[in-house]
């Protein structure tokens, strides 16, 4: 298991990349961004899950959690390998830089994407890159099988023989998706940076994952889900969040080695240098709502796979950095399963203040085996939270930090400092934070319908960020 070294980094994810073409992408910028990382003195890129996103543009709901967004497939190195002309790149360009086109991606990008397969002339490279990973061909067929069937649930499937056009497309973008972002990946590598995934807890009830793995989940005989998950009222939902994923079955789980556990973190180990898992505190319990439920009201605890499954999850890991979401409803039982497991846990700067004196999240608590976040990309931005604090909140906040003028607006460095001088092994700041951006570039709102999922950065914006102060502070707080 890796110990954490002194160290911190920035959470920014893929999409939110500058760019040209609608949303950020594995090209140039992705290059630019891990420069930009080694001149402040980060070690550290953290994203979010890299799989196809729900219709509402969360990666957290994914119908493949094996295969990758293929959004995120760089254009002009398409057309660098003739697989585009330039003329189907101008027209392919934004409207605008500030936001990701989600609408217009839906429209267009799949047809540019397989004018581009149609062209492609190494055919049985591809086909035999995904054959060769078995979970990869279950999610391409998968994907080709939903347009045989008009889009249909698989439950619902009448066609089950995928048209070999439609099956070819699939395995040319994740092709291409998984290549270019190994070229990323190795150019952050050899300049010292590591990059930290993202694997969502849950999978979606109509995804490969579910189609091609049945007796994994808890189903009825139709293939739909008896429960779903969820989690109770909290923080973010007075009526918790009814998220409707599938339920695992870990007793079938746990009889076969958690052999899909162990593909599915081998699979993100081959993408990343390390990862996040969502909700960890599920594996000690989780909410389970009947699937007939309204809200998440209606859920209860039920005990999860615990140790057996860490210790799987710990034989693939090897050394690799394992970051254990602990957040939300967090009892003793998971307090014990996240020390007994050895993976670092996760504190956050926005949860300090909220009335417990004995929370986890005050900085001078923080242990050295921890991850700490000014916010997480489910909190508002850091000066988003600030803005709307209350007064005392935020004067006793401030004072906090060390920092006790009348102008609290000039008190946003004292937080950053406060926290790259906590005892935290590591640091991540979003890099809205880094900006000192406002509410209006938060990532998501959990419970809000839309508008999440959209932030991206500008290149001058990336550009106006203060490298020296960032890699001065890195200094002073001995985390370079």
């Known amino acids: 298991m890796t110990v954490i070294k002194r160290k911190s980094g920035v959470l920014m994810h893929i999409s939110s990349l500058h760019g040209e073409y609608s949303i950020g992408s594995f090209g140039k910028p992705a290059f630019e961004f891990v420069d930009f990382l080694k001149s402040s003195g980060f070690s550290y890129w953290q994203v979010l899950p890299f799989c196809i996103p729900d219709e509402m543009g969360s990666p957290y709901k994914s119908e493949a959690s094996f295969a990758g967004n293929p959004y995120f497939i760089d254009l002009p190195m398409l057309a660098c390998e003739g697989l585009l002309s330039d003329a189907e790149l101008n027209a392919a360009k934004q409207y605008s830089p500030f936001l990701v ?3 217009r991606l839906s429209r267009e990008r799949e047809a540019l994407l397989r004018l581009a397969a149609s062209r492609a002339q190494n055919r049985t490279e591809i086909l035999d890159f995904v054959k ?35 099956y070819f497309y699939f395995a040319f973008t994740q092709f291409h998706f998984l290549r270019q972002w190994q070229a990323v990946k190795a150019y952050a590598n050899a300049k010292g940076i590591l990059v930290i995934g993202d694997i969502p807890i849950y999978v979606a009830d109509d995804s490969a994952d579910v189609f091609g793995n049945r007796d994994q989940f808890l189903l009825n005989e139709g293939g739909h889900p008896t429960v779903v998950a969820g989690v109770p009222p909290d923080y973010f939902a007075k009526d918790g969040q009814l998220w409707g994923n599938p339920l695992y079955n870990w007793k079938k789980m746990k009889a076969d080695g ?28 989780f909410w389970s709502v009947p699937a007939s439920a309204k809200t998440a009201k209606e859920g209860k605890w039920v005990k ?128 809205q934070d880094l900006l000192g951006f406002g509410a209006d570039t938060r990532m998501n709102t959990p419970g809000r319908p839309d508008g999440n999922w959209c932030y991206r950065i500008t290149a001058d914006q990336l550009n106006s960020i203060d490298v020296a102060k960032y890699r001065r502070l890195n200094e002073l707080y001995g985390r370079m």
């Open 101 to 103: 086109e989600s609408e």
């Open 304 to 431: 999860g796979p615990g140790m057996p499954l860490i210790k799987a999850l710990k034989d693939v890991a090897g050394d690799k950095l394992i970051i254990a979401e602990d957040l939300g409803d967090i009892t003793d039982a998971v307090r014990k399963l996240v020390a007994k497991s050895g993976f670092p846990g996760m504190r956050v700067f926005q949860f300090a203040f909220l009335g417990d004196p004995a929370t986890p999240h005050l900085p001078h608590t923080y242990e050295q085996n921890c991850v700490a976040y000014t916010g997480t990309h489910d909190n508002n931005t850091l000066l988003g939270y600030v803005w709307e604090l209350d007064e005392a909140t935020r004067r006793k906040m401030l004072e906090y930090c060390g920092y006790t003028d009348k102008n609290w607006d000039r008190g946003y460095d004292a937080i950053l400092r406060t926290m790259l001088q906590s005892h935290a092994g590591l640091v991540i700041l979003p890099v």
């Open 132 to 166: 060769a990973r078995p979970q990869l061909d279950n999610a391409c067929r998968f994907l080709a099988l939903k347009r045989a069937n008009g889009g249909a649930a698989w439950q619902d499937f009448t066609v089950f023989a995928p048209d070999p056009k439609d």
């Open 258 to 285: 958690f052999l899909w556990w162990r593909e599915r973190l081998s699979f993100m180990l081959e993408l990343f240098d390390g990862v996040r898992i969502d909700h960890f505190r599920a594996f000690e319990a």
